[in-house]
């Protein structure tokens, strides 16, 4: 296979430069999954609901600000807010290892660092995700979610191998510097991207609730759309729930400690890597539409098997369901993020992606709140057993919608016409933009450098 065709949008300079700063961002976050829990678990000897407590504040930024991020974000160069808020990122997480060593910390601490952190995550990932098709262009969306997931997937073998020897060597709350400076870089090579993108119109009034308003119709009246976040929301509930106590089970019921904790949370990053590789390929041979319902169906049981793992073979076992999950999942959002980006006007890509996260991640705080609960009433393993059916039952959305049949992404449609009469003038291109959705070349493969 030639090297080009292997490369594909590695070979744009600014597709590069968001793939880099997604691996350190995505590495930061990852050693933040693991380490955060674990400063409450190990470090302030928090019982279940306040672990699961601390899980719902980490996502509660999606119901306070999920839905407004989306209209902020369509009016703003998405480059910017996703630089700026990678480096104020950085720093909120910064202020746990200084008040512990300080003897400051305490769980209200880090309810309010997990708030605001969740808060800048949603304001990030709008951006995140409404930047890609103006990178790579809608004809590519596959191949770039595909490629970015795959380093994702990395991350999450190398994130929790990486932070569970860092837990057990200098503690969690020190672990976290290492989150803080991934984010800090992420936010510096983002710096480097340099396609351009259309500012708003000066001059312009925005009306937010007018425009909150029209994306909340687009999204919820659009078959395809309202079925690919209704299975989200299901699919994210469960999981959250059974994750909060995961790591619960892992330490309390299992005895692992922070090394083999990382050893079972990298077999997840395994499973999602392989899911990245396969992710292009399953969506040809299956149809962009099916395998969005058929991967959770196929992929979420097994991880029941945790549920009644004990240390040894079972264990291992328990762990390839787990990877199975992560591998599924990872091929479901690959197929889903194209179908979304692809059907939805660049003027609303940002309040699609916000009313999107709103509903789809509006329930996880609800989930690491019943996940404590459950776990506080029944114990960690039966609401490990609860969290893999209900993760199972996330594919009927998908399945009664017209997903279940459709091969290949229709083209967008924007309900308002080109220039959209909802749309204000700063949703309209203007006559020196250059088309939108293109990959920007320069010499030899280069991506223009013209600032954003």
């Known amino acids: 296979m030639p090297k080009s065709f292997r490369l594909g949008l590695l070979r744009d300079p600014n597709f590069g430069r968001l793939f880099a700063a997604t691996a350190v961002g995505q590495l930061g976050d990852r050693i933040l999954f693991l380490a955060l829990p674990l400063v409450a678990i190990v470090a302030l ?56 060593w300080a003897g400051l910390l305490t769980i209200r601490w880090l309810y309010a660092v997990a708030l605001v952190h969740g808060v800048l995550t949603v304001f990030f990932d709008v951006a995140y995700v409404s930047f890609l098709p103006h990178l790579v262009g809608r004809d590519n969306l596959v191949e770039g979610n595909a490629k970015l997931s795959a380093v994702r997937s990395v991350t999450s073998i190398s994130g929790p191998a990486l932070a569970g020897p860092l837990v057990g060597w200098a503690g969690a709350p020190a672990t976290l510097l290492a989150g803080s400076a991934g984010m800090a870089l992420s936010g510096a090579l983002a710096i480097g991207i340099r396609a351009r993108e259309r500012g708003p119109e000066p001059g312009v009034r925005p009306r937010w609730g007018r425009d909150v308003k029209e994306g909340l119709k687009f999204v919820l009246k659009h078959p395809v759309l309202r079925a690919t976040i209704m299975g989200d929301a299901t699919f994210n509930l469960f999981l959250i729930m059974y994750q909060t106590m995961l790591l619960v089970h892992l330490k309390r019921e299992m005895g692992l400690g922070p090394f083999g904790t990382g050893l079972v949370l990298s077999g997840m990053g395994c499973g999602a890597l392989l899911g990245a590789l396969v992710a292009t390929r399953a969506s040809k041979r299956i149809g962009q539409g099916p395998v969005i319902w058929i991967a959770p169906l196929v992929t979420c049981p097994p991880t029941a098997l945790m549920a009644w793992a004990r240390p040894g073979w079972s264990l291992g076992a328990a762990a390839i369901g787990l990877a199975a999950l992560s591998l599924g999942g990872v091929v479901r959002v690959v197929a889903q993020s194209s179908f979304q980006q692809a059907l939805t006007p660049e003027r609303l890509l940002g309040r699609m992606s916000a009313t999107a996260r709103f509903v789809s991640w509006g329930g996880i705080p609800l989930g690491g709140v019943l996940g404590g609960v459950s776990g506080s009433a029944f114990g960690a393993p039966a609401t490990l057993w609860i969290g893999a059916a209900g993760m199972t039952a996330s594919f009927l959305p998908n399945f009664l919608s017209p997903l279940r049949t459709m091969r290949t992404v229709p083209e967008a449609e ?39």
């Open 45 to 100: 000897n928090a019982d279940e609901f306040q672990v699961g407590l601390l899980t719902a504040t980490t996502t509660a930024g999606s119901l306070l600000v999920g839905l407004p991020a989306g209209a902020w974000v369509d009016r703003m160069r998405k480059r910017s807010v996703m630089i700026a808020t990678d480096l104020v990122r950085a720093l909120v997480l910064l202020t746990i290892p200084m008040a512990w």
């Open 414 to 452: 924007d309900p308002e016409g080109a220039g959209g009469r909802a749309g204000s003038a700063a949703s309209r291109p203007r006559p020196d933009s250059p088309r939108p959705g293109a990959v920007r070349r320069s010499g030899a493969q280069g991506a223009s450098r013209r600032d954003a």
